[in-house]
T-cell receptor, first 110, second 119 residues
Framework: QSALTQPASVSGSPGQSITISCIGS?????????VSWFQQHPGKVPKLIIY???KRPSAISYRFSASKSGSTASLTISGLQAEDEADYYC??????????FGGGTRLTVL | EVQVVESGGGWVQPGGSLRLSCSAS????????MHWVRQAPGKGLEYVSG??????????GDSVEGRFVISRDDSRSTVYLQMSGLRGDDTAVYHC????????????FGQGILVTVSS
């Protein structure tokens, strides 16, 4: 099972919006409504920010949103803040009966 | 408050074995699937293994299939990961992860335990 494809890095200025893509296949991202996104600050554990493609846990800011088209999922962060600087990982359940992660995207807030 | 605490990590030689334990509290353990996700130093997240709430269904990542075995003891609210045939690329921090019930996602990551495979 190949890892999902994410850009290695993205950047944006405070107040701007950025989008991180996550490219999979019909065997994972495109085959189920089971994409999750995780935020990981340096030295911290991953934190769930999106599940079932587009749903946001109650404690997560509305500034985080997600979408999916075919086998490509996307995470958008609006109104960028310094605290958003972190690594972001997509993850999908797959037909191989396990889960596959993306390689991660480092977000830099300029 | 949800808590999952990993133990059993450490240094092991290539080809060796190690058993990780994860003790959970703050939720109904017997009703929850549990997983292991690892992160090699400076690298990304990798799915290792999972077990459903009744212990009858297990999942394994391609790189550990046939070498690792996951199990659970609901009486102890503990999930285990028996690792054998360890290789250098198994070196990582292993996180115990609480499932988000019914959502095919991961709700809560433990702090993790370091496993180092080296001669």
């Amino acid at each position: 099972q190949s890892a999902l494809t994410q850009p290695a890095s993205v950047s944006g200025s405070p107040g701007q919006s950025i989008t991180i893509s996550c490219i999979g296949s019909n065997s994972d991202v495109g085959g189920y409504n089971r994409v999750s996104w995780f935020q990981q600050h340096p030295g911290k554990v991953p934190k769930l920010i999106i599940y079932e493609d587009i749903k946001r846990p109650s404690a997560i800011s509305y500034r985080f949103s997600a979408s999916k088209s075919g086998s490509t999922a996307s995470l958008t962060i609006s109104g960028l803040q310094a605290e958003d600087e972190a690594d972001y990982y997509c993850c999908s359940f797959a037909t191989t009966n396990n889960w596959v992660f993306g390689g991660g995207t480092r977000l830099t807030v300029l | 408050e949800v808590q999952v605490v990993e133990s059993g990590g450490g240094w092991v030689q290539p080809g060796g074995s190690l058993r990780l334990s994860c003790s959970a509290s703050g939720f109904t353990f017997s009703a929850c699937a549990m997983h292991w996700v690892r992160q090699a130093p400076g690298k990304g997240l990798e799915y290792v293994s999972g077990i459903n709430d009744n212990g009858r269904t297990t999942h394994y990542g391609d790189s550990v299939e046939g070498r690792f075995v996951i199990s659970r003891d609901d009486s102890r609210s503990t999930v285990y990961l028996q690792m054998s045939g360890l290789r250098g690329d198994d070196t990582a921090v292993y996180h115990c992860v609480k499932d988000l019930p019914g959502k095919y996602s991961f709700e809560y990551f433990g702090q993790g335990i370091l496993v180092t495979v080296s001669s």
